[in-house]
C-alpha cells in the first residue's frame, strides 16, 4: 500500500456519509433544542456536588501570594474614596458600645485621667455641680407632677444643641448633612 | 475626701435646660461675688482718698453715690460676662450657661437685654423665676424678655469618669 487515502474511493460511499453526518447534526441541534435545561439543573443536587468538591486541596492549589502579589495596592487605594467611607461610619455608635468606665477603671487610662485633673477644687465643684443637677432633677419631677405633664413631653434643650428623639417604635431620622443616609 | 458624685450621672448633660437649683446657686453665688468685690472696690476707693486727701471717706455719707454705683457694678458684672461666653463667675462654678433661645450663643445685645430685664424677675417676690420650675424650657421671665435660655455647660459624665479614675480599680466591680 502507498498511503492512506482519507475520503472513499467510492463516490457514493462519500456522498451516503455527508447525508449521514448532515442528518446527525440535524437530530443533535434538534435533540439540544427539546432539552430543558433548567429542569435539569433543578434536578442537580448541588449543595451534595459542592460537599464532595475537596475545597481545602483546591485553595492549597492556588498561590495567594503570587496573587497578592500581582495586586497593586497603591492604586487600589487611589480609588478608595477614603472620606466618603468615613462618613459612612457612624462613629457615635461606636463610641455608645465602649464600656469608657471600665476602661477608665481597669486601665492605665484612669491614672492618666486623674493626674491630669487632680485637685481638690475641681473634685469639690464635682460634686456641687452633682448635687445641684440631682436637686435639679427631684424638683423637676415634681413640678412635672403637680403639673400632671410627662418629662419626655418636654424638649431637654435647644434643638440645636440636644436633637430631638425620634418616637418610640419609628425610624431614626435620616441625616443628609453626613451622606448616611443609606 | 469629698462625696462621689451620684452614681444616676451617667449621661452627659451638656446643652440640657438647666434646673432651677443649679440656677439659683450661681445666681447667689453671683451675688456673693459681686458684693464681695464691689466691697473690695470701696475699700479701695476709701483707703485711697484717705492716702491722698488724709479726710476719712464714709460710705454713709454718700448713700446715692453709692447705690448708683452699685447699680452700675451689678449692671457691668452681669452684663460683661454674658456678652464674654454666656458665663458669670456663679455659673461656671455651677457649669450652666446662657444661650440665646435657639442654642447658639449669645450676643452683647441679648447679654445687656437680659441684664435690664433680671430685675423684673426679681421684684414681686421673684415670681418672674417661676418659670424656671413651670415653662417648658426652664426660661424665667428674664429669659423670655431676653429671647435667651440657661443650659447646662458641664459634662456629667466626664465628672463621673473623673471621679472613677480617682478611686482607682477596686471600685471597677461596682455597677
Given at each position: 500500500m502507498s498511503g492512506y487515502i482519507d475520503v472513499s474511493p467510492n463516490p457514493i460511499n462519500?456522498?451516503?456519509e455527508r447525508m449521514a453526518q448532515s442528518i446527525a447534526e440535524r437530530v443533535a441541534h434538534l435533540v439540544i433544542d427539546s432539552i430543558d435545561l433548567n429542569a435539569i439543573l433543578e434536578r442537580i443536587d448541588v449543595d451534595g456536588l459542592v460537599s464532595r468538591v475537596d475545597a481545602d486541596a483546591l485553595v492549597d492549589r492556588v498561590d495567594v501570594e503570587k496573587i497578592v502579589e500581582r495586586v497593586d495596592v497603591e492604586k487600589l487605594l487611589e480609588r478608595v474614596d477614603v472620606n466618603a467611607l468615613v462618613e459612612r461610619v457612624?462613629?457615635?455608635?461606636?463610641?455608645?458600645?465602649?464600656?469608657?468606665e471600665s476602661l477608665v477603671a481597669q486601665t492605665e487610662l484612669?491614672?492618666?485621667i486623674a493626674r491630669s485633673t487632680s485637685g481638690v477644687a475641681s473634685e469639690v465643684l464635682d460634686v456641687i455641680r452633682a448635687q445641684s443637677v440631682g436637686l435639679d432633677d427631684f424638683f423637676a419631677r415634681w413640678t412635672n407632677r403637680v403639673l400632671r405633664r410627662t418629662a419626655e413631653a418636654l424638649p431637654l434643650?435647644?434643638?440645636t444643641l440636644v436633637p430631638v428623639a425620634p418616637p418610640s417604635g419609628t425610624a431614626p431620622p435620616v441625616d443628609t448633612r453626613t451622606g448616611n443616609g443609606q | 475626701m469629698v462625696a462621689a458624685p451620684p452614681i444616676g450621672l451617667n449621661e452627659g448633660r451638656q446643652g440640657h435646660y438647666a434646673g432651677a437649683?443649679?440656677?439659683?446657686?450661681a445666681f447667689a453665688a453671683d451675688v456673693g461675688a459681686s458684693w464681695g468685690l464691689y466691697t473690695l472696690g470701696l475699700g479701695a476707693v476709701?483707703?485711697?482718698v484717705e492716702l491722698a486727701t488724709g479726710r476719712t471717706f464714709s460710705v454713709d455719707r454718700h448713700q446715692i453715690?453709692?447705690?448708683?454705683?452699685?447699680?452700675?457694678?451689678?449692671?457691668?458684672?452681669?452684663?460683661y460676662q454674658w456678652a464674654l461666653n454666656g458665663k458669670t463667675i456663679g455659673m461656671a462654678m455651677l457649669g450652666i450657661q446662657v444661650v440665646k433661645a435657639d442654642g447658639t450663643s449669645m450676643t452683647p445685645r441679648e447679654a445687656t437685654l437680659r441684664t435690664l430685664a433680671l430685675p423684673l424677675s426679681i421684684v414681686v417676690f421673684g415670681l418672674g423665676f417661676i418659670g424656671i420650675l413651670v415653662q417648658?424650657?426652664?426660661?424665667?421671665?428674664?429669659?423670655?424678655?431676653a429671647g435667651t435660655a440657661v443650659i447646662y455647660s458641664w459634662d456629667a459624665r466626664a465628672a463621673r469618669l473623673r471621679w472613677l479614675a480617682r478611686q482607682g480599680p477596686e471600685v471597677s466591680s461596682h455597677p
Amino acid at each position: 500500500m502507498s498511503g492512506y487515502i482519507d475520503v472513499s474511493p467510492n463516490p457514493i460511499n462519500d456522498r451516503l456519509e455527508r447525508m449521514a453526518q448532515s442528518i446527525a447534526e440535524r437530530v443533535a441541534h434538534l435533540v439540544i433544542d427539546s432539552i430543558d435545561l433548567n429542569a435539569i439543573l433543578e434536578r442537580i443536587d448541588v449543595d451534595g456536588l459542592v460537599s464532595r468538591v475537596d475545597a481545602d486541596a483546591l485553595v492549597d492549589r492556588v498561590d495567594v501570594e503570587k496573587i497578592v502579589e500581582r495586586v497593586d495596592v497603591e492604586k487600589l487605594l487611589e480609588r478608595v474614596d477614603v472620606n466618603a467611607l468615613v462618613e459612612r461610619v457612624d462613629v457615635r455608635r461606636i463610641v455608645d458600645q465602649l464600656d469608657i468606665e471600665s476602661l477608665v477603671a481597669q486601665t492605665e487610662l484612669g491614672s492618666i485621667i486623674a493626674r491630669s485633673t487632680s485637685g481638690v477644687a475641681s473634685e469639690v465643684l464635682d460634686v456641687i455641680r452633682a448635687q445641684s443637677v440631682g436637686l435639679d432633677d427631684f424638683f423637676a419631677r415634681w413640678t412635672n407632677r403637680v403639673l400632671r405633664r410627662t418629662a419626655e413631653a418636654l424638649p431637654l434643650g435647644p434643638r440645636t444643641l440636644v436633637p430631638v428623639a425620634p418616637p418610640s417604635g419609628t425610624a431614626p431620622p435620616v441625616d443628609t448633612r453626613t451622606g448616611n443616609g443609606q | 475626701m469629698v462625696a462621689a458624685p451620684p452614681i444616676g450621672l451617667n449621661e452627659g448633660r451638656q446643652g440640657h435646660y438647666a434646673g432651677a437649683v443649679s440656677r439659683l446657686a450661681a445666681f447667689a453665688a453671683d451675688v456673693g461675688a459681686s458684693w464681695g468685690l464691689y466691697t473690695l472696690g470701696l475699700g479701695a476707693v476709701s483707703l485711697t482718698v484717705e492716702l491722698a486727701t488724709g479726710r476719712t471717706f464714709s460710705v454713709d455719707r454718700h448713700q446715692i453715690a453709692t447705690l448708683v454705683v452699685l447699680v452700675a457694678w451689678e449692671f457691668v458684672y452681669f452684663a460683661y460676662q454674658w456678652a464674654l461666653n454666656g458665663k458669670t463667675i456663679g455659673m461656671a462654678m455651677l457649669g450652666i450657661q446662657v444661650v440665646k433661645a435657639d442654642g447658639t450663643s449669645m450676643t452683647p445685645r441679648e447679654a445687656t437685654l437680659r441684664t435690664l430685664a433680671l430685675p423684673l424677675s426679681i421684684v414681686v417676690f421673684g415670681l418672674g423665676f417661676i418659670g424656671i420650675l413651670v415653662q417648658r424650657e426652664r426660661r424665667a421671665l428674664h429669659d423670655l424678655l431676653a429671647g435667651t435660655a440657661v443650659i447646662y455647660s458641664w459634662d456629667a459624665r466626664a465628672a463621673r469618669l473623673r471621679w472613677l479614675a480617682r478611686q482607682g480599680p477596686e471600685v471597677s466591680s461596682h455597677p
